[in-house]
């Protein structure tokens, strides 16, 4: 049964830092992996998606990696803003996602 | 903008009471689709697979008579919440894939439904 977890739960940070989330899963044997941000009260948003034999994605100040064989993979938050405060899910997936447990960021102004 | 739509956002209900909750594909037909359930500061939790034109796929530990879900269309899901009770206020979510599958395309929620059962 596939596991996933993601450290540190919570974050808060100044705008203006450079972030690290990290997602750990338990079975390697994974489609793709992709991570989503989540509002408080709304649903998910996509934020990138690697397929299990890419390395990282990249889109504007995100830049997600996956190392498949060590069950990992890091979300880079570059210069991060006000507007980035929400909780982060990342998610493995085979036949179906099984979400971790999240990480809730808040950055101050 | 949004692929998936979800109505109601939020939906308040008597205790033994049902409740229907729907689930579009906004411009695709999605032959399968994802209910998720939502506890607070929890993590999302599949409960079932939603199949066009078969039965759905229920998780382990989710009643599929308490939950009933149909997939009549390509493009529309529903789950009800039979017999409703207190436990089952949560926040619960649709998804659905756009494009080439699970393996290939990112999955598309929905913005959830609050149900509040008193």
């Known amino acids: ?109 | 903008g949004a692929v998936v739509s979800q109505h109601p956002s939020w939906v308040i209900c008597k205790s033994g009471t049902s409740v229907k909750i729907e689930c579009r594909s906004l411009d695709f037909q999605a032959t399968t689709m994802f209910w998720y359930r939502q506890f607070p500061k929890q993590s999302l939790m599949l409960m079932a697979t939603s199949n066009e034109g078969s039965k759905a796929t229920y998780e382990q530990g989710v009643e599929k008579d308490k939950f009933l879900i149909n997939h009549a269309s390509l493009t529309l899901s529903t789950l009800t919440v039979t017999s409703a009770h207190p436990e089952d206020s949560s926040f619960y979510i649709c998804s659905a894939y756009k494009g080439g599958g699970l393996s290939h395309s990112p999955l598309h929620f929905g913005n959830g439904t609050r149900l509040t059962v008193t």
Do not use: H
Not at chain 1, 19 to 48: E, M
């Open chain 1, 1 to 109: 049964k596939q596991e996933v977890t993601q450290i540190p739960a919570a974050l808060s940070v100044p705008e203006g830092e450079n972030l690290v989330l990290n997602c750990s899963f338990t079975d390697s044997a994974i489609y793709n992996l992709q991570w989503f941000r989540q509002d408080p009260g709304k649903g998910l948003t996509s934020l990138l998606l690697i397929q299990s034999s890419q390395r990282e994605q990249t889109s504007g100040r995100l830049n997600a990696s996956l190392d498949k064989s060590s069950g990992r993979s890091t979300l880079y938050i570059a210069a991060s803003q006000p507007g980035d405060s929400a909780t982060y899910l990342c998610a493995p997936s085979l036949e179906k996602l099984v979400f971790g447990t999240g990480t809730r960021l808040l950055v101050s102004p």
